[in-house]
Each structure stands twice: as C-alpha cells, then as structure tokens.
C-alpha cells in the first residue's frame, strides 16, 4: 500500500536527516558536529530533528546502523565460500570491522552508544539486534565443528562477539590498521574453538 502524503513527506524529512548527517559526521566526526548543523544541512528546524532523534547518539546510531547490516550481510556472503571455521568466522568479522574504522571517532562512538544507550530507544534495539544477528552467524558457523556443541556454539559466539566489541572499541587500538584488528580477533577466537 503507497504511503500517505503525510508519511511520505516525514519519509523525505527522515530521508535528509539521515544525508546530513552521514554528509557530516563522515566529514567532521560525531563529535564535532552539531545538532544544529544537521538540521541547517538538512533543511530543517532542530525541533523537528530532535522529533526523529533526541541525541546526536541516536542520529548516528540511525545513520551507522543500515551500514553495519550491510556489512553483517556481506560477511555472512563471505562465510559462505570459505571452508574453515576461524577462517569462515573472521570472514563475518571483517565487513564489520571494516565498516566500524572508515571513520575511527565515529565506530566507537557507535560501539559506546549501542551497549550503554537506551535499549528501549529503537535505534538503540535496532543496533543491538545487528549484534544478536551477528552471534546467530558466527555461531552457525561454529557448528560446522562437531566437537562444538550446540549450546556452545552460542556461547562461545558471544564471546567472539565480546572480542570483536573490545578489539574495535579499546583506546590502545586507535592506531592499528583493519588487518591489525583483524588479526587481534583471530588470535583471540583461535584460542577459543577447539583443537
């Protein structure tokens, strides 16, 4: 069923928000951006703006959350061909950590915002259901080990999961290059799956 004129008009305002913001927050980083800026780019009051997001958190949440499913796809794509499991696994993990360090300020503001905001907000339980689809992925190719049983494949998911998160987030990471975060993750995981 087509949208309304009203929906679609709020449609559009969404639609620009989100262009702003991504515009902005790629060029500047989240923290330097103001609310105030994005809603002038996108042609808006900040009342309005804060109607579609209350926090500048939320905008990027919004804005990173459609990015990070894409690269959740594209590393379950991957996964598909490869015939390892830590292989298979880091194959999942690298879309998304390539994804998390195109803009460094940006992916751990995304990181802190995901786990310690509002899960109620629906960006925030959207981001936090990317997290869940991620651990679904990974533990489906855990199970392709028999020695890993079912339960543990889900277990040892959200500690792939944990690794990935504090790997990407942590101060002392800043620095390194996707391939040096990459490789951080794979010495932790192949510690983890069984030999």
């Known amino acids: 069923m087509p949208l309304g004129r009203r929906e679609r008009k709020k449609q559009e305002k969404l639609d620009r928000i989100v262009a702003a913001a991504s515009e902005l927050f790629a060029e500047h980083g989240v923290d330097e ?19 579609y997001a209350k926090t500048k ?31 298979a696994v880091l194959a999942i993990v690298r879309p998304i950590v390539e994804c998390n360090r195109i803009q460094i300020d940006n992916g ?17 339980g959207a981001a936090l259901a990317i997290v ?14 028999e020695r890993v049983a079912e339960g543990d494949a889900a277990t040892l998911a959200h500690i792939v999961s944990a690794v990935m998160f504090l790997s990407m987030a942590a101060s002392v990471n800043i620095a390194l290059s996707v391939e040096e975060i990459v490789q951080d993750i794979r010495g932790q995981v192949e510690v983890l799956l069984p030999r």
Do not use: S, W
Request: hydrophobic share 40%; glycine share 8%.
């Open 108 to 124: 751990r503001t995304y990181l802190r915002e995901m786990v310690f905001g509002d899960p109620e907000e629906p960006r925030h």
């Open 33 to 51: 951006v103001t609310t105030q800026q994005i809603a002038d780019k996108a042609d808006i009051g900040t009342g309005t703006l804060f109607l």
């Open 57 to 87: 958190g939320e905008l990027l949440l919004l804005v990173q959350n459609a990015k990070y499913v894409e690269a959740l796809e594209q590393g379950r794509a991957d996964a598909e061909t490869v015939p390892g499991v830590l292989d």
């Open 132 to 145: 869940v689809q991620t651990e679904e992925a990974v533990a489906a190719v855990l199970r392709r080990d």
